[in-house]
């Protein structure tokens, strides 16, 4: 019995939610410029894992409407790949809290986040995992 | 006692719990493995808060034994144990609080099934109210398991995989980890959906269950979908893994539902997509959109399609090509 509950702590703390963070990938954008990738406002998810671009069509992007909530989603109709951006308060104010990052119902741990662009009009965010992994996510209206 | 029982299950029957069961045709259908259970996640998440006493409408009855539990004996417990979940607080104010989570029991049997994981016991230590209680091999050592009634089996099955499918692994901790957690699909281990497949088919849905099931979803927004289609179970944990859900059940086709390309000669688009609430409303260009439309009512080229519902408002690129 005793050796069950060693590996359940071990499980937990060495395991954890293997989903939860992204491995044997690479670190960085896959090969777009820093300054094209910084200024492109359209519509997409960027990572090394998984991307969407709007544009190409069949991707679903949609946002929540409620007061004090952000909730911005990208789902691709044609395999129900979907990657998801929440958090508590609206991002069109800067005041957010608590911001969360789901790929394909997974979450994905976020070490950093920086937002820019942030307007009426759209958002554009970058985060970054814990092993230095970066992802874009912009959404214009 | 006996007029309580019948004033409630009236309640139960009037409810039309049909209505669940087709909503996870409308949405499952042309789906498999992962993109089902990120379908499933999506669609039946609760949409109401609950106070956790609620259960007590549905379960006041003792469901083990037929009795009516009196307020002193009554308590509530936990299927999955909120004790497995750790941060975020939200995801686990919410799983902790989900009344498909919930049942009312003695409170003898509630103190017996702590947080104990479910199992099949083959070393009884004790028994109580139809539970039991002691051990069972757990690969090579042993471990605590609770046991309960057969005709409970499934009930609590179905209850663990609908956890397991609305919740995401990163929730779980402890025993959490090794009962729920350890990958994306189908988001149960091995050693656990085992145990409650077999439960699961040897306890099929009842009627009651399905009546608690609906009532449960008026009051908190959502239904357990492996109640209403118990099939989907097979698709993401028995024999139908891998295949796709709903050729053999349900004649509709895949291409019912919005695609990303048409041909011009298509005889229609459908607004209607799993990933989409059925209410929503539709716009071009500023005009709002019948539920379906012709191709040609659009032309050859990319066209910018807009969608509100009451909570979202979304939009999407459809192609339509010669």
Same mark, same amino acid.
């Given at each position: 019995m005793?050796?069950l509950?060693?590996?359940?702590?071990?499980?937990?703390?060495l395991?954890?939610?293997?989903?939860s963070?992204v491995?044997?990938?690479?670190?960085?954008?896959?090969?777009?410029?820093?300054?094209e990738?910084?200024?492109? /406002?359209?519509t997409?998810f960027?990572?090394?894992?998984?991307? /969407?671009?709007?544009?190409?069509?069949?991707?679903?992007?949609s946002?929540?409407?409620?007061?004090?909530?952000? $909730?911005?989603? /990208?789902?691709?109709?044609?395999?129900?790949?979907v990657v998801?951006f929440s958090?508590?308060?609206?991002?069109?104010?800067?005041a957010i809290?608590?911001?969360?990052l789901t790929?394909n119902? $997974?979450?994905?741990?976020?070490a950093?986040?920086e937002?820019?662009?942030?307007? $009426?009009t759209?958002?554009?965010?970058k985060?970054?995992?814990?092993d230095?992994v970066?992802?874009?996510?912009? /959404?214009?209206d | 006692?006996r007029?309580n029982?019948?004033a409630l299950l009236?309640i139960l029957?009037?409810?039309?719990?049909?209505?669940f069961?087709?909503?996870v045709? @409308?949405?499952?259908?042309g789906?498999k493995?992962?993109a089902?259970?990120t379908?499933i996640s999506?669609?039946?998440?609760?949409?109401?808060?609950?106070?956790r006493?609620?259960?007590?409408?549905i @379960?006041?009855?003792?469901r083990?034994?037929?009795?009516?539990?009196?307020?002193?004996s009554?308590?509530?417990?936990?299927?999955?144990?909120s004790?497995?979940?750790?941060?975020p607080?939200?995801?686990a104010?919410c799983?902790?609080?989900?009344?498909?989570?919930?049942?009312?029991t003695?409170s003898?049997?509630?103190?017996?099934?702590g947080?104990v994981?479910?199992?099949?016991?083959?070393?009884i230590?004790?028994?109580?109210?139809?539970?039991?209680?002691g051990?069972?091999?757990?690969?090579t050592?042993?471990?605590?398991?609770?046991?309960?009634? @057969?005709?409970?089996?499934g009930?609590?099955a179905?209850?663990?995989?609908y956890i397991?499918?609305?919740y995401?692994?990163s929730?779980?901790t402890?025993?959490?980890?090794v009962?729920?957690?350890?990958?994306?699909?189908?988001t149960?281990s091995?050693?656990?959906?085992?145990?409650y497949l077999?439960?699961?088919?040897n306890?099929p849905? @009842?009627?009651?269950?399905s009546?608690?099931?609906?009532?449960?979803?008026?009051l908190?927004g959502?239904?357990?979908?492996?109640?209403?289609?118990?099939?989907?179970?097979e698709?993401l944990?028995?024999d139908s893994i891998?295949k796709t859900?709903?050729?053999?059940?349900?004649e509709t086709p895949?291409?019912?539902?919005l695609q990303?390309?048409?041909s011009i000669n298509?005889?229609?688009i459908?607004l209607?997509?799993p990933?989409?609430?059925?209410?929503?409303v539709?716009?071009?260009?500023?005009?709002?959109m019948a539920?379906?439309?012709?191709?040609?009512?659009?032309g050859?080229g990319?066209?910018e399609?807009?969608?509100?519902?009451?909570?979202?408002?979304g939009?999407i690129?459809?192609t339509?090509?010669?």
């Open positions: 005793k050796k509950f060693i590996a359940i702590a071990a499980v937990t703390l395991v954890g939610c293997r989903e963070v491995h044997n990938i690479e670190n960085t954008m896959p090969s777009r410029p820093t300054d990738v910084e200024s492109d /406002m359209s997409r960027e990572s090394p894992q998984l991307s /969407m671009f709007y544009n190409d069509g069949g991707i679903l992007a946002s929540s409407v409620e007061p004090g909530k952000t $909730e911005l989603t /990208m789902t691709d109709i044609s395999n129900g790949d998801q958090a508590t308060g609206d991002i069109k104010s800067e809290s608590s911001p969360r790929i119902g $997974e979450t994905v741990k976020i950093s986040i937002t820019r662009y942030i307007k $009426e759209g958002a554009w965010i985060l970054q995992t814990p230095a970066e992802m874009i996510f912009v /959404m214009s | 006692m007029l029982r019948i009236s029957v009037a409810t039309p719990y049909r209505a069961s087709d909503a045709d @409308d949405y499952a259908i789906l493995d992962s089902l259970k379908m999506t669609h039946f998440q609760p949409t109401k808060e609950c106070e006493r609620l259960i007590a409408e @379960d006041s009855i003792d083990l034994n037929g009795n009516l539990i009196t307020d002193d009554a308590e509530i417990c936990e299927i999955v144990p004790s497995w979940m750790m941060l607080k939200d995801y104010t799983a902790a609080a989900d009344l498909h989570n919930l049942f009312i003695t003898s049997a509630a103190a017996a099934r947080a994981p479910f199992g099949n016991v083959t070393e230590e004790k028994s109580c109210d139809g539970w039991k209680i051990y069972a091999p757990y690969f050592d042993i471990a605590e398991f609770i046991e309960p009634a @057969d005709e409970l089996k009930d609590f179905r209850a663990i995989f397991a499918t609305i995401p692994c929730l779980w402890g025993w959490g980890n009962i729920m957690g350890l990958g994306s699909h189908p149960l091995n050693y656990a959906s085992s145990i077999a439960w699961h088919r306890d849905v @009842d009627a009651n269950e009546k608690r099931n609906a009532k449960i979803a008026e908190q959502n239904a357990n979908p492996f109640v209403a289609h118990p099939i989907l179970v698709y944990w028995g891998g859900y709903g050729k053999s059940e349900v895949v291409t019912e539902f990303s390309k048409y298509d005889a229609k459908r209607l997509s990933y989409i609430a059925d209410n929503a539709w716009s071009y260009n500023g005009a709002q539920e379906q439309i012709a191709p040609s009512d659009l050859i990319k066209h399609l807009h969608y509100t519902t009451s909570s979202h408002k939009k690129i459809i339509i090509t010669e």
